[in-house]
């Protein structure tokens, strides 16, 4: 039994078994369980010959994870003791109350329940980056970080996100600008237009640009990702400025990877620059997107957008 929410994963387990029932020359006979399901057509089944194969596979279907009435056969089907039948029950996940009942016992005991556990949000990175090397493809953190904040968790997604990704790529490694063009390929604008705009102070360009890239459907997660990279970029430089000439002074700390190269133009306002209120406007803006705060995500990009421009005064949120 092959129990989860993850249907990727729970996919890729269920294919492995069939793969390997295959290679055994097993017979696959598909059962879809609802309440309506007639448990006496899988008891037949299992107690019939196959006229095509010696060894079978019988794979029981049954999202609810509730069998009703079918709880007792699954529990002697598991008891029995029939090398050439293979049960292969697909189900979300069970909750603490189902996971006790005896059919679920019964399998633990005869034979294998594989219980599919979500990838937590901080492994999810890494997790990216081992489907990418599984796939022959070299992807840098930023590019993976920008991708699982786009897929929100989705690991189907990201999985289709890598497999698009690696034709882009051509062999070559996958940065973040490569994950952002096979978002926008159609698009008249960018979100790096946007991050330089606002940066360089030039307010109408940049809330143009927002204003496009709204129409243009592009997700605010990305537009927020380029503005805060923008706002790192300018706050490493402010750093290097003032460790000039201190000893042991680095121009680079590693809390910094995901910053930007300013402009000349941006660099010019880097003294008058609020940064620490822009940050702290970012962090509320990133709780509005996920829904974590109250507020219209693009009512929150667009202050954002006018107070690194230099239109409107940073909030601090």
Do not use: C
Not at 100 to 107: G, M, S, Y
Not at 215 to 226: D, N, Q, R
Not at 278 to 301: E, N, Y
């Amino acid at each position: 039994m092959i129990s989860g929410d993850e249907p990727l994963l729970v996919g890729e387990a269920a294919d492995a078994i069939r793969a390997a029932a295959r290679a055994a020359g097993a017979d696959r006979q598909v059962f879809f369980i609802d309440r309506s399901f007639n448990w006496d057509e899988l008891r037949l089944a299992s107690q019939s010959l196959s006229l095509f194969a010696q060894r079978r596979l019988f794979e029981l279907r049954m999202p609810s994870g509730k069998p009703d009435k079918g709880a007792a056969l699954l529990a002697e089907l598991a008891a029995q003791s029939a090398p050439d039948l293979i049960y292969l029950i697909l189900t979300d996940k069970l909750d603490r109350k189902v996971s006790d009942a005896p059919w679920v016992q019964a399998i633990e005991k005869h034979g294998t329940w594989v219980p599919i556990l979500p990838v937590e949000a901080a492994a999810l990175p890494g997790w990216l980056r081992a489907r990418a090397k599984a796939l022959h493809l070299e992807i840098d953190a930023e590019a993976s970080q920008l991708i699982v904040d786009r897929v929100e968790g989705n690991l189907l997604a990201a999985q289709q996100e890598l497999e698009k990704l690696g034709l882009l790529a051509n062999g070559e490694p996958i940065d973040a600008a490569l994950v952002l063009r096979s978002v926008g390929d159609s698009a008249r604008y960018d979100v790096f237009q946007l991050a330089e705009a606002a940066a360089a102070g030039d307010a109408a360009r940049a809330l143009r640009v927002l204003l496009g890239l709204k129409s243009e459907g592009v997700e605010p997660t990305l537009i927020l990702w380029a503005l805060v990279r923008e706002l790192r970029g300018m706050w490493q430089a402010r750093e290097r400025e003032r460790l000039r000439g201190a000893p042991g002074g680095a121009a680079r700390g590693s809390a910094w990877n995901l910053a930007a190269n300013p402009s000349g133009r941006a660099l010019a306002r880097l003294k008058k620059l609020p940064l620490a209120p822009l940050l702290l406007q970012a962090s509320h803006t990133d709780r509005v997107i996920k829904g974590l705060s109250a507020g219209d995500p693009w009512s929150a990009l667009t202050g954002l957008t006018g107070a690194f421009a230099g239109a409107l005064q940073a909030s601090g949120i």
